[in-house]
């Protein structure tokens, strides 16, 4: 009687699974093992370099503590002596005497010397600031009108005053001529200071000799006090 297998009973037909199964087992492993981490082991060193730090520390701590000791504060000196006064030796009192004084007693007092205070020296002020402008003869009115009458009068009088034949006779040259003079009204009222400058010599010399004609004046005033006034004036003319 011949015996006969079975189709499914034969493991041919099942190779090629076991087969793919295997690979595939085999590549998880291969994988798993390359993920896998590993680390060294170190270890410390117990050679004689830590034996010697660690004799260095001590030391210097032991060199700290005796310089500690060293620095300590020297002991507080010891109190003076106290004297104990026994209560039968009598003791001197000091008595304050009062320093109020009674109604009836006299005080006395000093000589009181009053100070004379020093007169303030003020000097010399310019014509334009003056407070209280000189007062030309013939002048009247307010600040500013006496102002304007001393500018004209001065004005009119080096007009009528002055030579102008003497610049013809010097033989300058034609053209407008400039002289300029500058004088004091003193405190006093009086011409003082005066200087001029000129185009010549004969000019200048001429322009001082008309203002020193100039009348007294009553002299100006910066606050309150009289004082001189500085006047600048130019002379003008034409030399044809």
Known sequence: MEIKKSPKANLENYSKLFMQLGLVLALLITYLAIERKTY???FADL??????????????????HVEQQQEKAPPPPAPDKIEVVED???????????TE?????????????EEEEEEEVIE?????IIEDVPVYPGCKGSKSELKTCLSKKIDKHVKRKFNGDLAGDLGLSPGIKRIFVMF???????????????PHKRLQAEAIRVIKLLPKMTPG????????????????????
Do not use: C, H, W
């Open 40 to 42: 060294d082991r170190t």
């Open 184 to 198: 004091k009204i003193d405190k006093r009222g009086n011409i003082a200071d005066v200087r001029a400058r000129a």
């Open 124 to 128: 010399d002020v310019p014509f334009a």
């Open 88 to 98: 039968e030796k009598e003791v001197e009192e000091t008595i304050i005497e009062s």
């Open 47 to 64: 050679g004689p370099a830590m034996l010697n730090q660690e004799e260095d520390e001590q030391v210097v701590e032991i060199e700290q």
């Open 221 to 240: 005033k910066q606050r309150g006090r009289a004082v001189g006034v500085k006047y600048s004036l130019p002379i003008v003319f034409k030399v044809e």
């Open 101 to 113: 004084t009674d109604e009836t007693e006299a005080v006395e007092v000093e000589e009181i010397v």
